[in-house]
């Protein structure tokens, strides 16, 4: 028997990546490959990129140039860049990296296990295309292993909104919505491996309007209660939804889908309706503000996440108070912020750019604003008696670590609670990035 290759993927950016990462760890198994957690011990590494704001795409190319010594002390190492970066940059990254063997655009992940054997000959590998088919179907996945609590399942992918900011839409293509049947194939496969709570992923999740098992045309809200019905899956939520998705049946579902968790990540981006024109997002503040207001009649106790762009081409400091008063309005129980970064080829790239030093300024102050939200959301907590779902044990002895309905770390004294069980507890306290629960 020849010995196991070994594959050390690095993955960067959001978690549709670390899905994708999954996936082609599990197709390259069925090509004699086995997962290892350093670049050292490889003889394939792939990067799997992210191309979203500048620094990701230099990080990678970076981290390519650390890998000189690897290779020259082990010719056959291969090397690949997946991802984002793979799709946005394609053949000029062996060009200005030569050290890399093969680049594979996020649709063309099935082709993996043939692009290795290719290089493997020497030579090398270049697949960007977007085929019109399920890849994901076409992952050939080796024998079933046991899985963690949780899991990501990607439904949907791409993006037809073309905000003025953003490379998704040309780095991941158009929309496009995994058939129902598949998704539950695979929702019920992982649950049976462990998994009790499933974080439906896309670019824009709650636009997914995927074939149903009944031939028809499904929402997300239709999906959800499909998945609600599968047995031993305990949790269900969704990431990363645009306001103008949201539509009535979702909203309905979070106040009646008791799987469906109280967490919803709904970015904005900015609170300017003279910005978000210019953003090209096709909402204003107050738009915004509805969703959020009837999504919280539906599910009063949601936790509420957003993402935000300070510095966003020719914004003023009365732009960016509009976008501390809708923070301010909303009362967000995480977010994330972003200092605006040109990407080249999107529309907002060729506009008249905001001092750096200015939107740092901005970026602090949002950031702070926002600090204090999510602590007092969290701080809230205390009292309160929830479920978590135990995932992992804690620092100290007889200690267990999990998460609440709400997303936020919970830390208990649970010698006797199991990994992937879900207990009642009460929280006494809150701590900087965590709370402290006793077991009831
Ligand atoms: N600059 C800064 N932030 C960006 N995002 C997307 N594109 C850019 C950009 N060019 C942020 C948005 C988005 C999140 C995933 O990344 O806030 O919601
Ligand atoms: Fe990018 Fe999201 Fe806008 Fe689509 S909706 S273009 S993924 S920011």
Redesign the pocket.
Known sequence: MTEAKKLYIKTYG?QMNVYDSERMAEAMGGAGYTEVQSAEEADMILLNTCH??EKAAEKVYSELGRFRDLKDAKPDLKIGVAGCVAQAEGAEIMRRQPLVDLVVGPQSYHRLPEMEAEVRKGGTALDTDFPELDKFAQLKARPKAKRGPTAFLTVQEGCDKFCA???VPYTRGAESSRPAARILDEARDLVERGVREITLLGQNVNAYHGLGEDGGDWSLARLIWALDKVDGLERIRFT?SHPNDMTDDLIEAHGTCAKLMPYLHL?V?SGSDRILKRMNRNHTAESYLRVIERIRAARPDILISG???VGFPEETEADFQATLDLIEAVEYGTA?S??????PG?PAAERAQVDAGEADERLRRLQALLTRQQRTVQDAMVGREMDVLFEKPGRQEGQMVGKSDYLHAVHADAPNVAIGELARVRIIESKTNSLAGMLI
């Open positions: 959001c979203i704001r900011f953003c490379v990363t970015p981006q993402d935000f762009i994330y972003f200092k605006y970064s040109t990407r999107t």
